[in-house]
């Protein structure tokens, strides 16, 4: 793994738990009155769903093709060809 990538993932991971930490501040004050509770909850899942995922998923999927992940019927005879894996 090149270095470059190794950064941006630990980037990735504290802003993942940055907004894992917002959500779990807002839950904690859920109950008090006048908090920014839920504001705390609501951005904290946008970062997560928004910007997080989408990332991570550019990132990871960077010089796999996409074809090989749909379900065309070239890739049906595939699977159909492979044997299934017996428990014994």
Do not use: W
Not at 1 to 11: D, E
């Amino acid at each position: 793994m090149s270095l470059k990538r190794r950064v941006f993932r630990n980037i990735l991971l504290l802003f993942v738990l940055g907004c894992l930490g917002s959500i779990a501040y807002g839950l904690y004050h859920l109950n008090t009155p006048d908090s920014f509770a839920h504001q705390f909850i609501g951005c904290g899942t946008v970062g997560l769903f928004f910007v997080a995922m989408p990332i991570f998923l550019f990132v990871e999927s960077k010089g796999k093709e996409m074809k090989d992940y749909l379900l065309t019927t070239e890739n049906i005879e595939k699977m159909q060809k492979k044997e299934p894996k017996r428990k014994e």
